[in-house]
């Protein structure tokens, strides 16, 4: 008995529709996974770009506005005590082009050796505690406080620091341990000079009077070495006796004078 044709006419259109729907079915789960890769493209770049646009900004900071440093030797005691985080301002003398500037393998990945004043705000003045390159191996930051200025005349007798002959008052952030003098001839510590400081130089000495490596020793800071002043200890940490004792808390935010 042959089928009937009817019959067999609904059965192909059902078969027809159902294959159709398998089609569709799988045709939105390919759009699903291509919108589920699209979604976790984007906010991979999302992060990147993040990433990216707060290491420029914080290079920038570094490089134009503002640098931290940590202090590691005695040399600027009382003033600066070993363990304390210091900022530095770029800006405390002019806006600052770098130059003689390397690429190295860590961040920043620019070492910058001396910088341009692009806009001048002043000049580094007496009394100032100003961060620098040390003359004698530039790859390390030093910190001292200005002496001299470009001009004047420098000299050392018997510890006391004298400015174009006059003694420098400098009692409120100095300290001097050793009581004993030590003639020019063995060391420069006690007894130097007299010299004048050339222009576009300054003379540096550490407020840790006998226990410093300053200019007494090495020489003079050029103005272009000069990295920034220091203003502010914004963390400080002794690490030493009770546990209690090794974050000096007392000197949070305290202002560098």
Not at 71 to 96: A, C, E, F, N, R
Not at 121 to 136: S, W
Request: aromatic share 10%; proline share 6%; with cysteine.
């Amino acid at each position: 008995m042959s089928p009937d044709p009817n019959r067999r006419n609904l059965e192909n259109k059902m078969s027809g529709s159902s294959q159709g729907g398998d089609e569709v079915s799988l045709s939105g789960s390919k759009l699903t996974d291509n919108a589920d890769r699209t979604a976790r493209k984007s906010l991979v770049r999302e992060y990147a770009e993040a990433i990216i646009v707060a290491m420029l900004l914080a290079f920038a900071i570094r490089v134009f506005v503002v640098q931290a440093f940590k202090i590691p030797s005695g040399s600027m005691i009382p003033t600066l005590l070993i363990g304390d985080h210091i900022l530095v301002s770029k800006l405390s003398y002019g806006l600052q082009w770098p130059t003689d500037c390397q690429m190295q393998w860590n961040f920043p990945p620019v070492n910058c050796y001396t910088s341009k004043t692009v806009v001048e705000f002043g000049k580094p003045q007496r009394g100032d505690i100003i961060v620098f390159r040390f003359p004698e191996d530039e790859e390390k930051d030093f910190i001292k406080r200005i002496v001299g200025q470009p001009g004047d005349t420098v000299q050392i007798r018997n510890k006391t620091v004298l400015v174009n002959g006059q003694p420098l008052d400098d009692k409120a952030f100095t300290q001097r341990i050793d009581p004993g003098i030590i003639d020019s001839s063995v060391t420069p510590r006690d007894n130097f000079g007299p010299v004048t400081v050339p222009e576009g130089s300054y003379f540096v000495m550490g407020d840790n009077r006998d226990q410093s490596l300053d200019s007494r020793f090495w020489g003079y800071v050029r103005e272009e070495k000069i990295r920034g002043k220091a203003f502010r200890i914004y963390w400080s940490w002794n690490g030493q006796g009770n546990w209690t004792e090794w974050v000096r808390w007392e000197r949070f935010a305290k202002a560098i004078q």
